[in-house]
C-alpha cells in the first residue's frame, strides 16, 4: 500500500510542504524510519534529530519549517501520525463469531445479542452480559458479576463474584477483579481475615491494563470513576474510591480507604498510603511516597512526598553536603588546633 503525501495531507486535514506527488509506502518512528516512509516529529525542539532521519517526509507541529524535507503540517501531531499509521497498517477486525461451543456459559447467566464469548471461557451463574460484550478465552467472569455494553474483556481475566464492569471498559489480560484484599484483624496476636462481602464496580469507559490487581470491598465496593487509565501491575486495594478520569501509571500502589478526586495523575511507582484523600487535580511524581492527605492541584514527588519546589530545594541542599562536611571537618580541625594551643 502507498499514496501521495498530498494525499495523506489531505486524510490528516494538514498543511503541505513540499512536494505533494512524493510517494510514501509507510509511517516509521523517527529514528527507524528508511526512504520512502513518513517520520513523526511531535515537537520542533526535536528537529536536530532530523539531520540523522533517512525518512523522505514528516509530520510535524504547526509554525514548524522544514529544510530539505516535505511535511504535513497539523496542529495534533500525534493524532495525526496515527490516522497515517492506521491507513498503511489498518487494524485487524475480525468477524464476531458469537458463542464458542467450547466455552462454558451457566444456564442462568443472562447473555444479550451480538455478544461474543471465546473458547475456554467461563461464564458463572447469575452473570449478566449486555450486547456487544467480548469475552476473550480464558477469562472466568464468575457469578453475579455484570458487564456493560461494547465492553472486551482479554484473556485470561479474572473477575469475582459480584464484579460490575461499565460500558466500552477495556481489562486487559490477566487482570484480576475483586479478589480479597489484605483487610486483616489481630486477633490473639495472629491475623484473622475481616468480612469481605463488597465487590469491585467500574464506572464506563475505564482502561485497566494488563497484570493489575483491584481488591474487592469489605462491605462497599471498591469503585472507580468514568474514564480512568490503569495502567499495567497497578495494585488498587480495599475500598478505595478512584475519580473520574484519573491516569494511575505502571506500578503504583493505592492503599485501602482512599479517595481521589478526578483528573488526578499518579506517575510510575508512587505508593499512596491508606485512609488518605488525594484531591483533584494533583499529581503525583514517580517512586512518590504520599504519607498525607493531598490538595488539589498539588504537585509533590519524594520519598515521604512534599511538594515539588521543596523537593528540589532538599536535592540542591543534598547535592552541597559533601562540600558542606568537608567544610564543617576543617574548622573541627582547626578549633581542635586551637583548644590544644598553650595559652599564653
Known sequence: MQAKLGELASLVEGQLIGD???????????????PGE?????????????????????????????????????????????????????????????????AHVSPSARIA??????????????????????????????????????????????????????????????????????????????PCRGATPGNVALA??????????????????????????????????????????NLLCSQVGIAGNTDSGDYVVVAGQA???EHLCVHRGAVLGAMAGVIDHVPAGARIIGIPAVSERDFWVQQAHLARLPDMIAQFESLNDKLEKLSAAPSS
Not at 67 to 78: G, L, Y
Not at 215 to 232: A, P
Open 204 to 245: 464506563a469507559d475505564i482502561d485497566v491494563g494488563a497484570g493489575t490487581t483491584i481488591h474487592r470491598g469489605t462491605f462497599g465496593s471498591t469503585s472507580v470513576g468514568q474514564g480512568t487509565k490503569i495502567d499495567n501491575h497497578v495494585v488498587i486495594a480495599h475500598d478505595a474510591r478512584i475519580g473520574a478520569h
Open 20 to 34: 505533494g506527488e512524493l510517494m510514501i509506502r509507510g509511517a516509521a518512528p523517527l529514528c527507524d524510519a528508511e
Open 271 to 273: 505508593g499512596v498510603g
Open 38 to 102: 513518513i517520520a513523526l516529529l511531535d515537537r520542533a525542539e526535536n528537529s536536530r534529530d532530523l539531520a540523522a532521519c533517512r525518512a523522505s517526509a514528516i509530520v510535524a507541529p504547526e509554525g514548524f519549517e522544514p529544510e530539505a524535507i516535505s511535511a504535513i503540517r497539523v496542529a495534533d501531531t500525534h493524532a495525526a501520525f496515527a490516522r497515517i499509521v492506521c491507513f498503511f497498517r489498518p487494524p485487524r477486525v475480525a468477524p464476531r463469531s458469537g458463542i464458542s461451543p467450547a
Open 113 to 190: 445479542d451480538d455478544v461474543e464469548i471465546h473458547p475456554f471461557a467461563t461464564i458463572g451463574d447469575n452473570v449478566e452480559i449486555a450486547a456487544g460484550v467480548t469475552v476473550h478465552s480464558g477469562a472466568r467472569i464468575m457469578a453475579g458479576s455484570k458487564i456493560g455494553p461494547g465492553a472486551t474483556i482479554f484473556p485470561n481475566v479474572v473477575l469475582h463474584e459480584d464484579t460490575t464492569v461499565g460500558a466500552h471498559c477495556l481489562v486487559h489480560a490477566a487482570v484480576t477483579l475483586g479478589c480479597y484484599g489484605s483487610a486483616y484483624n489481630r486477633v490473639e496476636n495472629q
